[in-house]
């Protein structure tokens, strides 16, 4: 079953679903790329959301001409 974090940056919302099979688990991030973990324990919630404020770092980085 496929669900949705969602986190507030700078006065905008952004969501991420992701999905978990097994042990494994998919996010689908904002701009549609995918990032994958072996969750071994792990929150899938947390896993994704972790993934999500990657995402938004790099958002972040990008606006201020870093790589």
Same mark, same amino acid.
């Given at each position: 079953?496929?669900?949705?974090? /969602?986190?507030?940056?700078? =006065?905008?919302? #952004? %969501?991420? %679903? #992701?999905? &978990?099979? =097994?042990?494994? $688990?998919?996010? #689908?991030?904002?701009?549609? %790329?995918? *990032? &994958?973990? /072996?969750? *071994?324990? $792990? ?6 959301? /972790?993934?999500? *404020? =990657? #995402?938004?770092?790099?958002?972040? +980085?990008?606006? +201020? =001409?870093?790589?």
């Amino acid at each position: 079953m496929e669900e949705e974090v /969602t986190l507030e940056h700078e =006065g905008e919302t #952004y %969501s991420a %679903s #992701y999905i &978990q099979c =097994g042990d494994e $688990l998919t996010t #689908y991030l904002p701009d549609g %790329s995918t *990032r &994958q973990t /072996t969750l *071994r324990g $792990l929150n899938p919630e947390h896993a994704a959301e /972790t993934h999500l *404020r =990657g #995402y938004l770092s790099a958002i972040k +980085r990008k606006a +201020r =001409g870093e790589q």
